[in-house]
Structures are given as structure tokens and as C-alpha cells.
């Protein structure tokens, strides 16, 4: 009965699912998510569990619209499963190269010589006044060192400022799949990557 109960709810959900007999935990019948990763392995994470025990041990009961005593049923939900297991299938989907909307960092503010740093942080404040995920790299290194670094480190967006961009209140942009993609206003630029994460575009 309770294993019908919770078909029932599968299929008001509209959702796909199928029966695995004698799978049930020992408190009662559940329903499983599985994942599918990139190379077609499945986990198991999510699940919704019925349990018949805990209102039995706990001598937990409520008052029906009979004005009778009923038992209860407990429902647990486990949204991510083990948030490691998670994780880990994340990482390995996207190979670390996560989609803008949830790299932990979606943006690397480079600059070329020391002149530009100012404007670099004055950059770097409007992106996080915005919400964006932004780190710095100042380091007196070679331009091509940092964007291979931040490459490498699989970030989506890199902003190279040297004097030019500075001058003309604007930033050289950098993808990670498509390279080099011109210069634009941080405000342009600012307003495409909100709607790419908000739309959370799955193309890089």
C-alpha cells in the first residue's frame, strides 16, 4: 500500500521512474534519485523515505478529522545525498571546467604593469558590487604567465588591463573555450555575464 502511495506521487509528478523490488529500506519504502554523469555512470542521491518505525518508537500520534487518534508516517528527505558524492559527480561531469554561473570563481582581474592597478581595482569592486566571483592576479609576472595560470585554474572570464584599456575605460576580455573576444566596457561586460549566469548558460 505504501509502495502504491508513493507511485501515485510519481505519476502525479509526471516523472519517470520504475519499480526495484525488495530495495526498500527496512523502515518503509523510498524513492531514489539517480544522477547520470558525463561517461554514463548513475549514483544515487537524492531520496525521499518513508518510515513506519520512528512514529512506533516515539509513540507519536495526531488527532484526524475523525477526532481519532492516527500514527503518523515520517518522511525523510535527503535533497544532495552525500554532498561529497555530489560534489565529486560535479567535478567530474564538467571535468572542473564549471559554467560561469557556479565557478567558484567566474572572473580573474589581470593587470599588465603596475600603472593600471587603480583601474584594475576600481574594475574589480564594480564586479562585486554586481554579485560576480572575482579574484585579482597583481603579481609582477608576464601577462602570458597569468592567463595561462587562469587557464589552467579552468576560470570562465579573464579581464587583461594594461594602459590601452585604461585609457579608453574599457577591458580586454578573455574566454576560456573561446580565447581572445575583444574589449568592452566593464558595464557591457557586466551585463552579459548576469545574463548568462542568471540564465546559467552551460556553454563553457
Not at 53 to 71: C, M, N, T, V, W
Not at 152 to 174: C, F, H, N, S, T
Request: net charge negative; glycine share 8%.
Amino acid at each position: 500500500m505504501q509502495t502504491n502511495g508513493l507511485r501515485a506521487a510519481l505519476e502525479k509528478a509526471g516523472l519517470e521512474y520504475k519499480i526495484n523490488e525488495g530495495d526498500g529500506a527496512f523502515y518503509g519504502p523510498k524513492i531514489d534519485f539517480h544522477l547520470r554523469d558525463c561517461i554514463g555512470r548513475t549514483w544515487q542521491c537524492g531520496t525521499i523515505q518513508l518510515d513506519f518505525q520512528l512514529p512506533e518508537r516515539f509513540d507519536l500520534s495526531y488527532i484526524g478529522a475523525d477526532g481519532e487518534k492516527h500514527r503518523p508516517v515520517t518522511v525523510h528527505r535527503v535533497v544532495f545525498g552525500s554532498i561529497e558524492r555530489f560534489i565529486g559527480i560535479l567535478i567530474e561531469h564538467f571535468a572542473g571546467a564549471f559554467p560561469t554561473w557556479l565557478a567558484p570563481v567566474q572572473v580573474k582581474i589581470m593587470n599588465i604593469t603596475d600603472r593600471s592597478l587603480e583601474y584594475c581595482k576600481e574594475i574589480e569592486t564594480k564586479l562585486k558590487e554586481n554579485d560576480i566571483r572575482v579574484e585579482t592576479d597583481f603579481r609582477n609576472e608576464k601577462i602570458g604567465y597569468k592567463i595561462r595560470e587562469a587557464q589552467l585554474q579552468k576560470i570562465p572570464y579573464m579581464l587583461v588591463i594594461g594602459d590601452k584599456e585604461m585609457a579608453e575605460g574599457k577591458v580586454a576580455i578573455r574566454s576560456r573555450k573561446e580565447g581572445d573576444l575583444g574589449t568592452d566596457t566593464i558595464e557591457e561586460f557586466i551585463s552579459k555575464i548576469k545574463e548568462e549566469i542568471s540564465n546559467k548558460v552551460n556553454s563553457l
